[in-house]
């Protein structure tokens, strides 16, 4: 069973950076897909960011590409996501989540592993 705990959440002013990362529990998660959703109170959790367990494929929601980066380190068991000009419309808790296959996914029920979410708020 992998654990996952994001941290780096916060309070941020529009145009501004933020660095989550996302540890897990077991080495096994180097072999497995991990992505980044978010949901906005009201809304549906949504895909923002995923990268293949070997790093070499990402892909990104249309609205964060440009500005996001997901990445990771398996050798710290650890995903990252870099998010630079930030946005209100970017306040959200946003969630890790990990599969137990190197291929990556836009969608939440591909996902069995989640961790518990970190807020991310965005002023403007």
């Known amino acids: 069973q992998v654990q996952l705990v994001e941290s780096g959440g916060g309070l941020v002013q529009a145009g501004g950076s933020l660095r989550l990362s996302c540890a897990a529990s077991?080495?096994?998660?180097?072999?497995?897909?991990a992505a980044w959703f978010r949901q906005a109170p009201g809304k549906e959790r949504e895909f923002v960011a995923t990268i293949t367990a070997s790093e070499s494929i990402t892909d990104y929601a249309g609205s964060v590409k440009g500005r996001f980066t997901i990445s990771r380190d398996n050798a710290k068991n650890t995903a990252y996501l870099q998010m630079n000009s930030l946005k209100p419309e970017d306040t959200a808790v946003y969630y890790c989540a990990a599969r137990r296959t190197w291929q990556p996914s836009r969608n939440t029920y591909d996902y069995g592993y989640w961790g518990q979410g970190t807020q991310v708020t965005v002023s403007s």
């Open positions: 077991e080495r096994t998660f180097s072999t497995s897909a």
